[in-house]
């Protein structure tokens, strides 16, 4: 008798961790410095009911505009971040401006960082999803690129953004 009421509470506990698992995912970029940068920061995100919430958070860059995006490959092992390949594009458009047509899924665009060198940018979205079966929404093992220049949203493939100053791959959290 006593072990089956064990057993019920084992049974009850395990039933709210799972419901809380479902109901929020969470994924993290860990920006890493690039190119000689001293670039450092974090890219947060929370799926919540198909809708997947990004906060990005740098802080070492020079006073301006920076492009950020997602990159195909999470591996920011090269020096110069090149490892991470090109923008995340697995819908195959033109590279362009968030949520004006066309452009790539990892086209998030540009941070506008102060005098301080800090920045932030976010973004709400039900294109994206973290883990999941659709490998054109999850952002999971992709990577977030930081570049020295602003994004001009037209040049191909890559808005003309320059070095790559930071790396962070996106991993579960
Ligand atoms: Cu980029
Ligand atoms: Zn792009």
Redesign the pocket.
Known sequence: MKNIRKLGVLVFSSLLLASCTVAEKKAVAKIEAKSGSSVSGTVSFIEKDGIVTMKAALAGLSEGNHAI?IHAIGDCSAPDGKSAGG?W?PTKEN?GKWMEAPF?I??IGNLVVGADGTGTIERETNLWSIGGKEANKNVVGHAIIIHEGPDDFSSQP??AAGPRVGCGEIVRK
Do not use: A, P
């Open positions: 995006h923008h594009n590279h790539h990892g086209d890559s808005g």
